[in-house]
């Protein structure tokens, strides 16, 4: 069974950085696509950005040129890079895992699911 648990997350203000952190037990998280979702109070999760087993790496537009994500697979972590932030950026980060291959950025395709952390972005 994969686990997944998120850390990094806090309140920066707008233009701040923050990296999150994604650690994967019970299996390698290079097996599996591993992806970023958010979720603001009152709105639908959505994907951010994934990276697959071989790694190869995809964003939503909303955050490309801002947000990079990246994995380690020694420490068998995936991380969020988050820079330029901006207040829309506000909500709960999810890290989440399918496995093989990073075939859709529909939530119910992911399995597996971590607590998510928090980002504030203040302006």
């Known amino acids: 069974q994969v686990q997944l648990v998120e850390s990094g997350g806090g309140t920066v203000q707008a233009g701040g950085s923050l990296r999150l952190s994604c650690a994967v037990s019970?299996?390698?998280?290079?097996?599996?696509?591993m992806a970023w979702f958010r979720q603001a109070p009152g709105k639908e999760r959505e994907g951010v950005a994934r990276?697959?087993?071989?790694?190869?790496?995809s964003l939503d537009d909303s955050v490309k040129g801002r947000f990079a994500i990246s994995r380690d697979s020694s420490k068998n972590t995936v991380y969020l890079q988050l820079d330029s932030l901006k207040p829309e950026d506000t909500g709960m980060y999810y890290c989440a895992a399918r496995p093989l291959y990073c075939i859709s950025w529909v939530p119910t395709a992911y399995p597996y699911w971590g607590q998510g952390t928090q980002v504030t972005v203040s302006s």
């Open positions: 990276i697959n087993f071989a790694g190869s790496t």
């Open positions: 019970g299996s390698t998280s290079s097996s599996y696509c």
